[in-house]
């Protein structure tokens, strides 16, 4: 007997991250701020940069993949908080 997901509302982008480019930028000299990343003109404030294998440096260009953290406050205050699913150097 085999089960197949057609009938059940499933995008098929559903399970597949979308990656963005962006530019790293350091705001750590600021109170209350990190690392943030600017992707076309949109900054956002991850949560996580910390725990993926990456040289974090000033305007450092990447390409990431997130899901916004809506539970999440930012002490920063410059752009959308997220967790990052993956990030790498572009």
Known sequence: ????????????????????????????AFDGCGWVIDSDKQLFEPLNVNEF??????????????VEDDDQK????????ISLLDIYEK
């Not at 294998?53 to 990447?62: E, I, N, P, T």
């Not at 930012?74 to 908080?81: A, D, I, L, N, P």
């Open 53 to 66: 294998a990456l040289d974090l440096a000033d305007s450092l260009k990447v390409r990431f993949a997130y």
């Open 74 to 81: 930012s002490s920063c205050r410059v752009g959308t908080v």
């Open 1 to 28: 007997m085999a089960i197949t997901a057609a009938g059940f509302g499933c995008s098929e982008d559903s399970d597949v991250a979308r990656y963005v480019d962006g530019m790293l930028i350091d705001y750590t």
